[in-house]
């Protein structure tokens, strides 16, 4: 049975979408402050980076716009979530950063780890939920789903292993953290979107449209 019944309400949506990313910048801070590997996207930045010689700031937001071309044949249409996504999620990630101490003991440093990486599905499937866009690379991951019809955990964790790779040959540092949110935090999501009942097999999410809370079917592939 799925916790959030309707999203109709645009206010309500709203804080969800708010609340959701706030969830994921600290998830982020959590998981840098456990500093055993950086997540496959920035891994394939710091790659770019080197390659390039472009700093790896510019280098995300270059990799941005360019996941957000691959947005096109897949019909995926942004939302405020997705601007929302890319301006507040850094500044939340630099709240968490300022209150959470940095990990000191090696236990601590999973504990911060995985903490972290099980927020941020959850955080990802709660913004998501609300159905107002989601990010750059959560809508490659919700469109894919949607065209393809293979399940969340499929196409996310493909999503993850490929990025992570071709960054690592292009002189990206991978670690254990780097390896575990690869493999994990496909899984994460799936199970969490289908507990708050996200369903990403309908319409595009950032028009509010398609039933996004819906239980589905039970053993459905998410």
Same mark, same amino acid.
């Given at each position: 049975?799925?916790?959030?019944? *309707?999203?109709?309400?645009?206010?309500?949506?709203?804080?969800?979408?708010?609340?959701?990313?706030?969830?994921?910048?600290?998830?982020?801070?959590? +998981?840098?402050?456990?500093?055993?590997?950086?997540?496959?996207?920035?891994?394939?930045?710091?790659?770019?980076?080197?390659?390039?010689?472009? *700093?790896? @700031?510019?280098?995300?937001?270059?990799? #941005?716009?360019? $996941?957000?071309?691959?947005?096109?044949?897949?019909?995926? %249409? /942004?939302?405020?979530?997705?601007?929302?996504?890319?301006?507040? $999620?850094? =500044?939340?990630?630099?709240?968490?950063?300022?209150?959470?101490?940095?990990?000191?003991? /090696?236990?601590?440093? @999973?504990? #911060?780890? +995985?903490?972290?990486?099980?927020?941020?599905?959850?955080?990802?499937?709660?913004?998501?939920?609300?159905g107002l866009g989601p990010g750059p690379r959560d809508g490659l +991951?919700?469109?894919? !789903?949607?065209?393809?019809?293979? /399940? !969340?955990? +499929?196409?996310?964790? @493909?999503?993850?292993? *490929? $990025?992570? =790779?071709v960054g690592f040959f292009m002189g990206g540092v991978v670690g254990?953290?780097?390896?575990a949110f690869a493999v994990g935090v496909g899984p994460l999501t799936?199970?969490?979107?289908?507990?708050? @009942? $996200?369903?990403?097999?309908? %319409?595009?999410?950032?028009?509010?449209?398609? /039933?996004?809370?819906?239980?589905?079917?039970?053993? *459905?592939?998410?």
């Amino acid at each position: 049975m799925p916790l959030f019944l *309707s999203t109709q309400n645009l206010p309500a949506r709203l804080l969800r979408l708010l609340l959701g990313l706030l969830m994921y910048g600290i998830a982020i801070a959590l +998981m840098i402050r456990g500093n055993i590997g950086a997540s496959p996207w920035d891994v394939f930045a710091q790659g770019a980076s080197r390659t390039t010689g472009i *700093s790896f @700031g510019l280098c995300t937001v270059i990799i #941005s716009a360019i $996941v957000l071309l691959f947005w096109i044949p897949l019909r995926q %249409k /942004p939302g405020v979530g997705t601007i929302a996504n890319a301006v507040l $999620v850094g =500044v939340f990630a630099d709240l968490g950063l300022a209150v959470i101490p940095q990990a000191s003991h /090696p236990l601590l440093q @999973g504990a #911060s780890f +995985m903490c972290g990486l099980c927020l941020l599905a959850f955080a990802t499937a709660l913004y998501i939920g609300a159905g107002l866009g989601p990010g750059p690379r959560d809508g490659l +991951m919700t469109g894919l !789903v949607r065209v393809t019809g293979r /399940p !969340v955990w +499929m196409i996310r964790t @493909g999503i993850e292993l *490929s $990025v992570v =790779v071709v960054g690592f040959f292009m002189g990206g540092v991978v670690g254990a953290g780097t390896a575990a949110f690869a493999v994990g935090v496909g899984p994460l999501t799936q199970v969490t979107l289908r507990w708050l @009942g $996200v369903n990403l097999h309908g %319409k595009n999410q950032s028009s509010g449209a398609a /039933p996004l809370l819906d239980a589905g079917t039970p053993g *459905s592939p998410l």
